[in-house]
Structure formats: C-alpha cells, structure tokens
C-alpha cells in the first residue's frame, strides 16, 4: 500500500509499501516524521539543515532575535534561589479518606504525619518571556501596544520520608514547576511573583502573590504571628458538631503537628541579627491563581486555597560576606472530603460546602549547597526575548 499525505508546507509525499505496519505520518512546521516497519523514524528534511521558507519571519523583530533589557540579576528575589538546596527538618502532616466497615457512614480519615528529607533545584530560564498585547487590552481600537514581561527560574524537587532513626526511605513527593517575577505588568499588576508547580497526584497550581524585603527579626516576628493566628494550623474546619475526641490524632501525637510553622521558628537558627531576606507569600484565592485536578481527584479530594510563605535568608559576616543562605517555608491547602456532622449533609454527593476541609500541612529548612554560577552566561548578559 503506498500512502501520500500532504504535509503543512502542502507538498504530497510518497511512501513505500509497508508490510508489517501501516506509516504514520506527522508534521510540525517544517519538519515531518515517517514511521515504517523498521521501527525507526525517517525524516523527509534532514532538521540540521533546515531552513525557513521565504517571506518567513516578517514581523518586527530580526531573524537573529532581539535582546531585552534584562538580565539574570533582573530577577529580584529569584535571583538568590538559584543552586540547590538540601534540607532534612521537614514535616508533613495531611489527612486522606479512609473507608472503615460500619453501620450507616463508612467514610472516615486516616492521619499521616512524616518527617522528611527534600532537594530542590533552581534554574534560570535564560530568557524575557514576552507577553504581547494591547493597551487596556482593547481588542478593536486600542491607543497602543502594552506587553506583559516575564523572568523566571524553574525547580526539580524531590522529597524522601525520614524514619524516627534518620534513615532516608521511600519518595514520598516529586515536583516540577516555575517561579515567575513580573518584571513589566501589561495590565495585570496584582502580583509580583508566582509559582506555577505540577503535582503528580494530577493538579496543576498556579498561585501569586508578593515579596518583601525583611530582616532576620522581622522574619522571627512574622513566623511567631502566623502562629498566634493559626493560619497554617493543621486542624481540620467545617466540621460541623463532631463527635467528642473526633480530632485526638492531632493532639496525641506527641508533637506538635497542630502548628507545624512551630518548627521553623525553632530551626530558624541563631544568627537572625545577621540576616536579611526576601520574603515571598502567594496564594490560589487572588487573581490569576487556580488549581486545576484530573477527575479522580476532584471528585474524591478536592483541592482549594492553596497558601504559601517562603523565606530566602541570608547570613552575613561582619564584612557583609555570605556566610550561608537559608530556605524556609510553610505551605498549605485544604483537601475536601467526607461530609461535615450536619444532619442536612448526612447524604451521598453532598456539596463542597457539606465537605470537612482537611489542611494538608508542609515547613522545611533547607540550606543552599551548591550555587548555580553564572558561567559563560554572566548574570550581566542581557537576556534574549521569548514570544
């Protein structure tokens, strides 16, 4: 059987028969791929030698790309995350949907409290995102041109459970994702940098937010009012009126996972006269911020108000010399599920608002281990313009 398939450029191809398997055949720009029987790929145009048809590239910037007005140190407070961080002081404290065999409600919750050690990598990505568009985004007649510009580093992070003797165990946690500084608003100027993380329990997150610039004491200071506040207590809400002792396994632990933002006031360390830091609070509730879940967890877990605080500290010597570089964080969102003890939401597919809301918990200290350099890409260099 001989296929012709017409590919983006609109010229026919010919293909020779093919005896074990029919070819599949797909184009992307100028670049089509032909898999025969031999299990191997055949392109039609060699991709080291391609070239642009004429007339291509007709806009306003040359063939050669165009260099923006930023660089590396243009990322602000993302500028110190990049290296690798390692820390061995996390805790994570999350409630998870159990079933236990009973008369009448069979869905209760099983408390999971871990230890854990985490690594993160920071990256930059070595250009200016460019998001083009219009004044006022008037998409008829607008006065001019106003353009969104984006600077960012990505991260790899993977966290290991710990055992009560310090043994690292089992992968407990893997992430991908970006952080991102607005570093020109285009219409948007609600936030000045944002995290876009993705979950392999099948969520995507997005959250915004700001940063500030505070000393080691007014670090201390906030972590202690968050605290007093219970922001990030781990205590579940929307419960309704529940059975006496319905939330012991949060109080007979013999730590104290009600609070766990207690732990990094503890491991905040001694030098908090020395240090300074960039902090940065995001969150899913403002605008622009979303968690977007596959259909299995969304309907049995359903994810809202993600919440974060991290805090990048550095220590200085008397000289103003970095002595070391600290990552503190606490973060939050609420997992739904199970009804609440109301008579009215007593019912199978009741309504998020008859669900309990399970705060899903996590702090850590990480130490940086390794500094990202800038090699032959100077953190001077200008960087290059991505539309």
């Keep these: 059987i001989w296929s012709k398939v017409e590919t983006s450029r609109g010229r ?17 720009g100028l670049l089509a791929v032909a898999w025969g029987n031999s299990g191997t790929p055949g392109f039609l145009q060699d991709p080291s030698t391609a070239r642009p048809q004429p007339g291509m590239l007709q806009d306003d910037m040359s063939s050669a790309g165009q260099l923006s007005d930023y660089s590396l140190g243009s990322l602000g407070p993302l500028f110190q995350l990049l290296g690798t961080w390692k820390g061995s002081m996390g805790l994570n404290v999350v409630a998870l949907p ?13 408390l999971v409290t871990q230890n854990y050690t985490e690594t993160i990598t920071f990256r930059p990505i070595l250009g200016a995102v460019l998001n083009r568009g219009y004044e006022d ?11 969104q510009t984006l600077l960012g580093v990505t991260y790899t992070l993977h966290i290991h459970q710990v055992s009560s003797d310090g043994k690292v165990g089992q992968l407990i946690h893997a992430e991908n994702g970006q952080w991102l500084h607005q570093a020109a608003d285009g219409i948007d100027t609600n936030w000045t940098v944002g ?11 997005i959250a915004v937010g700001r940063s500030t610039t505070k000393s080691g004491a007014q670090v201390k200071e906030t972590m202690e ?3 007093e506040s219970g922001a990030y207590s781990s205590l579940p809400q929307n419960l309704g009126i529940a059975p006496f002792g319905y939330t012991d396994p949060y109080l007979n632990s013999g730590h104290d996972i009600e609070h766990p933002i207690r732990l990094l006031i503890d491991d905040i360390g001694p030098d908090v006269m020395s240090m300074e830091a960039a902090q940065m609070d995001i969150t899913t509730s403002g605008s622009g911020g ?10 049995q877990v359903f ?36 009804v609440k003890f109301v008579p009215d939401c007593q ?3 009741a309504d998020l608002d008859c669900l309990i809301k399970w705060p899903h918990v996590q702090v850590n200290t990480l130490r940086k281990v390794k500094e990202f350099g800038c090699g032959r890409h100077r953190c001077s260099d200008k960087l290059p313009e991505i539309r």
Excluded: C
């Design 12 to 28: 026919l191809h010919a293909f020779p028969p093919m005896t074990l398997q029919p070819t599949l055949l797909y184009g992307v």
């Design 98 to 110: 159990q079933y236990v065999p009973s008369v009448g409600a069979t869905a209760d919750f099983v």
């Design 137 to 147: 985004a008037n998409q008829y007649d607008p006065s001019g041109q106003l353009n």
């Design 195 to 205: 995290r876009m993380a993705m979950i392999p329990h099948g969520s995507a997150v």
């Design 225 to 227: 009012a968050l605290l």
């Design 290 to 299: 979303s968690i977007s879940m596959l259909p299995n967890p969304r309907a």
């Design 303 to 338: 994810n809202e108000a993600f919440n974060a605080s991290f805090w990048v500290e550095t220590v200085k010597d008397s000289r103003g010399r970095t002595r070391y570089q600290q990552l503190q964080y606490v973060q939050s969102v609420f997992m739904d599920f199970k």
């Design 347 to 349: 019912a199978r597919n």
